[in-house]
């Protein structure tokens, strides 16, 4: 069974910074999509961004230009750089990524990790 670790979640200031890490608990033979979703409290949860095999990347504008979506195939992990941080980016991130894993496509959800940013 394949499980996504996340890491780097927090509690930072208005402007900061921070790194979101993700990275399959097995070697998965083909990932195609990976991204980033978020969810804040009593809303729904919502692309933040993607990238495919290649590395080509998408980005919600709620977050272009502050945000940069990266992978590293060899580790099978994902990673999510957040700049110039905004009370709004506050919610529950989570990783995604579509993988072909046991004879079979499936896709893979990480548990979240808490992005609390203060004004």
């Known amino acids: 069974q394949v499980q996504l670790v996340e890491s780097g979640g927090g509690l930072v200031q208005a402007g900061g910074s921070l790194r979101l890490s993700c990275a399959a608990s097995?070697?998965?033979?083909?990932?195609?999509?990976m991204a980033w979703y978020r969810q804040a409290p009593g809303e729904q949860r919502e692309l933040v961004a993607t990238i495919t095999r290649g590395g080509r990347t998408n980005y919600a504008d709620s977050v272009k230009g502050r945000f940069t979506i990266s992978r590293d195939n060899a580790k099978n992990t994902v990673y999510l750089q957040m700049n110039s941080l905004k009370p709004e980016d506050t919610a529950v991130y989570y990783c995604?990524?579509?993988?072909?894993?046991?004879?079979?496509?499936?896709?893979?959800w990480g548990q979240g990790t808490q992005v609390t940013v203060s004004s």
């Open positions: 995604y990524l579509d993988g072909y894993y046991g004879g079979r496509w499936s896709n893979y």
């Open positions: 097995r070697s998965i033979s083909i990932i195609n999509a």
